[in-house]
Each structure stands twice: as C-alpha cells, then as structure tokens.
C-alpha cells in the first residue's frame, strides 16, 4: 500500500516539474516571438537601429522560436541595415538570397538590393536586380518607387528606351515620383526629338516646385525648332521671368533670333545685344545674324564689326558678308576702293556671283552719290 502512494506521490512529483518546465519554455518562447513582433513594428514605423537590434535577438535563439519567424528576421535585419547604409547590407541581402532562393522576402530582398545599388548609383548593378523583381508581390507605395528608380537607373546607363517605358507607368497614377517621372519622360522625349509629347508633357509641369523652373526653358526651344517664333517669345519672357532662372543668355539669343526670323530687327538687336555682352565666345552663325540685324537697323560701324569675324572662311556665309560689308562702307562713306576689297575677295563658292555682287553694291553706291549731289 505504502509504495503504490509513494509512486503515486513520484508521478505528481514529475507531473509537476514537466508542468513547470514546460511553462518555463512557453514563456521563453513568448519573449522571443515578442522580440519579433516589436521588431516588426519598429521597421515599419522606419526606426531601423532599434529595429535591427529586435531581430538580432530573435536570430541568435533560433532553437527559441517558429522558423518562419527566424527567416522573416533574417531578411528584416538586412533590410534594416540597407536603410542605415551599414557596410554589410549588401552581404546580408545576398546571403538571404542565396540562403532561401524559394522564399517570399527573397523578392523583396531583390527590391531591397536594387534600392541599395541605386542609392549608391551603382546604375548597372541596380538595373540587374530590378530586372528580377515581379511587382505583384509589391505594395503600391514600392511598386511607384520601382518603376522610377529603374527607370532613372536605366536613363544614367543611356538606355532612354527602357527609361521610358518605366516612367510611363507611373507619370498618370498619383505618387510621390510621379512629377519627376514627368520630367524625366519629357525630357527623353525632348533629346529624342520627340518634341509634341515633350511640350504636352512640359505643359503639365508649370509651376510644379522641384522643376517648374526648367520647364519654360524647354518649351521655348520646343517652340523655336518648330518656327513658332510668336509663341516662342511668349516662352521666354515667362522663362527669364521666372525666379531662379538658369541659361538666361541663351533664351534671349533664342528669343533674339525669334524676332529676327519675324523681321522685327530693332527688339532683335535690343536683345542680341544683351545676350553679346553676356557670352564671351559667339559662333559664326550667330555673328553673322547679329551684323545682319545692325545693318538692317542701319548701324553699320557695328555691322562692319560682326561681319568683319565672319569672314575668315570661304563659304556662302562669309560671301553674304562681304556683300554687306560692302554695302557697311558704301553707307558709311568709306572709300569706294575699300568697299571693292571687301566684296571682291575670290573664292571657290563665289566665283559666279561676285558681278552680280559688284553691280548691285556699285549702283547703290552711284544712286546715293546722285541723291546727295541733288541735296
């Protein structure tokens, strides 16, 4: 009698030890699946030291919790460190990778190392991991992000074709990217001549605040290479008017030349003037259309000036010139024999046409000898 209680005490005995030792565990197991969900939430609310030092408590006690627990913790610790820029991130994030290649996070962990080349503009080794990416499995908030970061990653790589592609499908959804999509996809179409959906693009940035600034810039040139010079003015007052704004000589040369076109010489050498003053090193062409616009407006000492610069090359232009050089001194009452020198210089081009030239600058000469003989 006596030793079946004393086995029955025994049993309680170990009844109760297993329950205690099985409650010990439990609560173990509690600490650390909190460790987890505080880690969680610490990643999401973007504080990413604390949060990385929660995962590190539940990756150093695997034994301790539930084992997608431990490979979710795994990928959130390297997540975290791409987000402080730690130099291990990148090994953490590949590790993952190689370490659970059928994972769910292994997609992200793609996302997370294409994020981390981009900021580290690293363009070659971030389009390879965005390329691997499958955007189902983003949110909406990474799924605009994706599409711009590849895609700015793609236009510093030179491929403006894929950088395309991946602006477009973001430039008409509402998100953060979604005015420098704009810009980026107007701005290639822009360099690819593309120059209506460019200028409908630009359109819808005036007055954005990051590129705002820009844009008259490039609708002034959009509408000076499609000839529309009224409109083009128009553009480039609003652009020189604009606050902070850059490339001003070049808008009033464009904006010069604009009236030039329109044969409104005295506001094209207002402005040609300026933008003279302004850049130290003209071309030929804009030389040439400078000296043309003062002869036009009869200031012929600054024609002379400007065409004199032009002429230093055989070709169709420097030949105009010489012929309004001419014409300069006959105006300006410079010897007969210097106006010759200047329209009879040979070249190639000109061979045919210098007596042409030569009647039409002698007969304007000899109709104003008649008409100041006759005052």
């Not at 979710?72 to 390297?78: G, L, R, V």
């Not at 605009?144 to 790589?157: L, V």
């Amino acid at each position: 009698m006596m030793v079946i209680q004393f086995k029955k005490i025994c049993l309680v005995v170990l009844c109760l030890c297993a329950m205690h030792s099985y409650g010990q565990q439990t609560e173990r197991y509690r600490n650390f699946d909190k460790h987890y969900r505080i880690g969680l939430e610490l990643f999401e609310k973007e504080k990413y030291s604390a949060a990385e030092k929660e995962f590190d408590k539940v990756i150093l006690n695997r034994d301790l919790v539930a084992e997608n627990e431990y490979i979710d913790a795994q990928y959130y610790k390297a997540a975290s460190a791409a987000a402080l820029y730690h130099p291990d991130a990148v090994m953490l994030l590949k590790n993952f990778i190689s370490n659970y290649p059928s994972e769910s996070k292994t997609r992200l962990a793609w996302f997370q190392l294409a994020i981390l080349y981009f900021k580290e503009k690293k363009w070659k080794s971030a389009t390879e991991y965005f390329e691997k990416i499958d955007v189902s499995y983003l949110n909406d908030a990474e799924i605009s992000e994706y599409y711009f970061k590849s895609g700015y990653s793609y236009f510093m790589k030179g491929d403006n074709l894929k950088a395309m592609a991946a602006f477009r499908q973001i430039t008409n959804v509402e998100n953060k990217y979604r005015t420098a999509a704009n810009y980026y996809f107007g701005h290639i179409s822009y360099l690819n001549k593309n120059y209506e959906t460019a200028l409908n693009t630009f359109q819808s940035l005036r007055g954005a605040e990051t590129f705002g600034v820009l844009v008259p810039q490039y609708i002034t040139h959009i509408y000076f290479v499609q000839a529309k010079y009224d409109s083009c003015i128009v553009a480039a007052k609003e652009a020189i008017e604009t606050p902070g704004a850059q490339n001003v000589p070049e808008i009033k040369r464009m904006m010069a030349e604009a009236y030039y076109r329109k044969g409104d010489y005295n506001q094209a050498s207002v402005l040609f003037l300026e933008y003279q003053k302004t850049t130290p090193s003209l071309t030929r062409d804009d030389l040439y259309k400078i000296g043309y616009t003062y002869y036009k407006v009869e200031k012929y000492n600054d024609a002379i000036l400007n065409f004199q610069k032009v002429v230093n090359v055989n070709d169709t232009m420097a030949q105009k010139a010489y012929y309004h050089l001419g014409d300069c001194f006959l105006r300006t009452k410079i010897n007969k024999v210097h106006a010759m020198h200047f329209n009879l210089r040979p070249s190639p081009i000109s061979m045919l046409q210098l007596p042409k030239m030569l009647c039409s600058i002698l007969a304007s000469y000899h109709l104003n000898l008649a008409f100041n003989h006759k005052l």
